[in-house]
């Protein structure tokens, strides 16, 4: 069993480091591939062991090697996020289909955590890939009228998450929500089906209202990044499904 563990850590460890390119790249239009992991600072292109997640991190001091340049804590801490989440996956799951779309949901957790709180950009090309990969898990999972429900459930909530969007932008005279929370709310639909998607809405507000009321305080710009209060609500969700659920059905009298 612990290899499995540290099977699941390394692998997470090695995705949170292409997260991490992914999601500073990406927003910018740059190519994930060219150029090649390098120093932002002096442009060094970095040899393979300066490239080992986390531990190069740990044996550079946290600096280039060549300039001397600090290093972001984003990097290491990134890649051990995900490597913990990964095994945390397992842990709650075992050895089954919600493992595989568990490590699904962490992908996009992680990416849109970068993209969105560096650049305000939740990606199109990661929620794509995300809804192609949890389809296929979900058939596997449950067969095609269990697919189907999940893909129903994803347009119904873009749909209200759509709606919600319409109605704040004419109420407060500017935009409410981004496009991007509205297409990520389908990828959620699909992930937790519609019942589970509506407390996914009113938890991710809930998580985002203090530090919205933070940011006013501090009277700067109003637009905060909803996107990772969203897959914050997801992850929790998804994680502790049977419990959300028990609570819809004592609120519906079931």
Same mark, same amino acid.
């Given at each position: ?31 994930i ?38 290093i ?38 992680i ?5 969105d709180?560096?650049?305000? @950009?939740? $990606?199109?090309e #990661?929620l794509? =890939?995300a809804?192609?990969?949890? /389809?296929?898990?979900? &058939?596997?999972?449950? +067969? ?37 929370? @509205?297409? $990520?709310?389908? #990828?959620?639909? =699909?992930?937790?089906?519609?019942? /589970?998607?509506?407390? &996914?809405?009113?938890? +991710? ?6 530090y ?24 929790i ?7 959300? $659920? ?9």
């Amino acid at each position: 069993m612990y290899v499995i563990y540290i099977s699941l850590f390394i692998i997470g460890i090695i995705l949170g480091s292409f997260y991490n390119v992914v999601g500073l790249r990406l927003p910018k239009n740059e190519s994930i591939i060219s150029p090649g992991s390098h120093c932002v600072n002096c442009n060094h292109k970095l040899n393979w062991y300066e490239l080992i997640p986390v531990f190069s991190y740990i044996f550079l001091h946290g600096k280039c090697r060549t300039c001397k340049q600090k290093i972001s804590w984003q990097y290491p801490l990134i890649e051990l996020l995900t490597g913990v989440l990964f095994v945390i996956s397992f842990l709650l799951f075992g050895i089954n289909y919600d493992t595989l779309i568990s490590l699904v949901l962490v992908s996009i957790v992680i990416t849109t955590f970068i993209s969105d709180c560096k650049y305000m @950009v939740i $990606l199109d090309e #990661v929620l794509i =890939i995300a809804s192609i990969l949890l /389809l296929i898990l979900l &058939y596997f999972q449950g +067969g095609l009228i269990y697919t189907f429900r999940h893909l129903l459930s994803g347009l119904l909530l873009f749909s209200t998450m759509l709606l919600i969007k319409v109605v704040g932008d004419h109420a407060f005279k500017q935009e409410s929500l981004g496009w991007g929370d @509205v297409k $990520l709310s389908a #990828v959620a639909g =699909i992930l937790l089906g519609f019942k /589970l998607g509506t407390i &996914y809405i009113f938890l +991710g507000a809930v998580l985002a209202l203090p530090y919205a009321i933070y940011q006013t305080i501090r009277q700067k710009n109003s637009m905060i990044p909803f996107g990772p209060f969203l897959v914050l609500s997801m992850i929790i969700i998804f994680w502790n499904s049977g419990l959300f $659920l028990k609570f819809i059905n004592i609120l519906m009298g079931v």
